[in-house]
């Protein structure tokens, strides 16, 4: 027997029988549900937000420090002798502003938000809490889902805009110890090509990352079965598709805005 409808907020059943445009009839209702139940998710918020968001600044600062680092030692090497050194700070800005910034943070965020809500999503599912928030009226999608798809959201740009300047800074310190490329100049060939648009298409790539894995992990981890096992499955599975969805959204953006 069904389980009986518990209100408004009753979320739709999606059957693996229903047909595509059936299926996403369905999870649009569920997701317009789910993000109408403002009550519900918007107490969990900011903690999600803190979670995913500040709680990551570490892990982006390190990976941003090596970036700038690196760019600024790699380009010097590819001008020698063929442009001036000052080109180092228009490389360094440019791809942390646009590409390995937004690119490379999310990736490690993939492996690290993605993983953890998928592996805590998938427990709660295998040890029937879910059934339990369903027992008690709790729609599972504005618990569970939309605090966590929206921290990361908003809070991956967040982290980005920190990992841009970390990077470019980086990049600065290497540029005047190890190149001996004077400040000036580095802060010349950095704003020769300087757009605004650099920061906002970094920003709004990182914003779509969020939104990408936050998913992918939700999704994941609530279709979790089979004990740890099935647990572990699905956390693995949730980087992956983080991961992927991550290259395939800036193939997207690159197309679409540049």
Request: include cysteine; hydrophobic fraction near 55%; charge should be positive.
């Amino acid at each position: 027997m069904s389980a009986p409808e518990r209100g408004p907020w009753a979320v739709p059943r999606i059957s693996a029988q229903d047909g595509l445009i059936t299926r996403l009839g369905r999870s649009g209702i569920a997701a317009g549900r789910a993000l109408a139940d403002v009550r519900t998710w918007a107490p969990l918020l900011a903690v999600q937000m803190r979670r995913l968001g500040v709680d990551s600044l570490p892990i982006s600062i390190f990976i941003a420090v090596f970036t700038g680092i690196v760019l600024a030692l790699l380009s010097s090497y590819i001008f020698t002798g063929a442009v001036p050194l000052y080109f180092v700070g228009a490389l360094v800005g440019k791809t942390v502003m646009m590409e390995l910034g937004p690119v490379l943070t999310g990736m490690a965020l993939a492996g690290r938000v993605g993983a953890s809500i998928a592996a805590e999503l998938g427990t709660m599912k295998v040890t029937e809490q879910v059934d339990a928030l369903e027992t008690l009226a709790y729609d599972r999608n504005a618990y569970l889902v939309v605090p966590r798809v929206l921290a990361a959201t908003l809070m991956f740009p967040v982290v980005t805009a920190f990992a841009m300047a970390v990077g470019v800074t980086a990049g600065w310190v290497t540029s005047v110890n190890l190149l001996d490329l004077s400040t000036p100049e580095f802060l010349k060939g950095l704003k020769q090509f300087y757009q605004f648009k650099d920061i906002w298409f970094g920003l709004l790539k990182s914003a779509s990352f969020g939104t990408a894995v936050a998913l992918m992990g939700c999704l994941r981890g609530l279709d979790a079965r089979s004990g740890a096992e099935g647990v572990g499955r699905s956390t693995t599975r949730a980087v992956v598709l983080g991961c992927e969805a991550i290259l395939v959204l800036d193939a997207f953006w690159a197309l679409v805005l540049l």
